[in-house]
């Protein structure tokens, strides 16, 4: 596509999902690796310094696309996940949804996949953007479970949220090693979900 001046939307929103969308045209025909800011550029149909202004370098820019895709799956994972009528099943069937639609994502998949572990560390370790998105999407999720009782009370969301992005992103990028889906809820059910249910009371209730 050449260059036309004038095709950027107007607002600073409208702007950044234009070249979003020419960065994801990009990815998907050149590969996320392979594609160069001059190529969003010549694809939105803009100079290059004028994606600069509103992404300051290629991995903002990487970021910015796999959190768009990632954001409008919330209410479907949520949906999902509601179905479970137990804290403790919503908890390793989200994880398992999460990670099977990750996995399907061409984006997503790259940045975990081990070929690509330098770029994934630059862009994942440098931003709290994708922390920030677990939390969105498992906050009303928690607050449910504790609201019935089924949530440790002396956890930190935020603490919860930083440590169910590790357990995610470890689980997209490694989830080949595993067997079967059964394997997976038994891992999870073991050495996951006893952290984030309430203490069992003692026999006797003291």
């Not at 600069?52 to 370098?57: A, G, I, K, L, V």
């Not at 919330?74 to 099977?100: C, H, M, N, P, S």
């Not at 560390?121 to 709290?128: E, H, N, R, V």
Request: proline letters at 5%; one cysteine or more; glycine letters at 6%.
């Amino acid at each position: 596509m050449s260059r036309r001046a004038g095709v950027v939307p107007h607002g600073s929103e409208a702007a950044q999902a234009h070249f979003l969308d020419a960065a994801e045209a990009c990815f998907e025909r050149y590969g996320v690796v392979k594609t160069t800011m001059e190529d969003i550029a010549k694809m939105a149909g803009v100079s290059r310094p004028t994606v600069y202004r509103h992404f300051s370098d290629r991995d903002s820019l990487i970021l910015a696309v796999v959190m768009r895709r990632a954001r409008s799956l919330i209410g479907t994972a949520q949906a999902y996940i509601r179905r479970q009528a137990r804290f403790e099943d919503q908890l390793v069937e989200g994880l398992l949804f999460l990670v099977k639609t990750g996995r399907r994502d061409p984006f997503i998949r790259i940045l975990v996949s081990p070929e690509h572990l330098d770029m994934a560390q630059q862009i994942l370790g440098a931003t709290d953007a994708v922390v920030d998105l677990t939390e969105a999407m498992w906050e009303p999720i928690l607050a449910e479970a504790a609201a019935r009782g089924e949530l440790n009370p002396g956890l930190e969301r935020r603490d919860i949220a930083v440590w169910l992005t590790h357990v995610e992103l470890i689980m997209v990028g490694r989830f080949d090693l595993a067997t079967d889906d059964d394997e997976i809820r038994r891992m999870l059910r073991t050495f996951l979900t006893p952290a984030f249910l309430p203490a069992p009371v003692p026999v006797g209730g003291r």
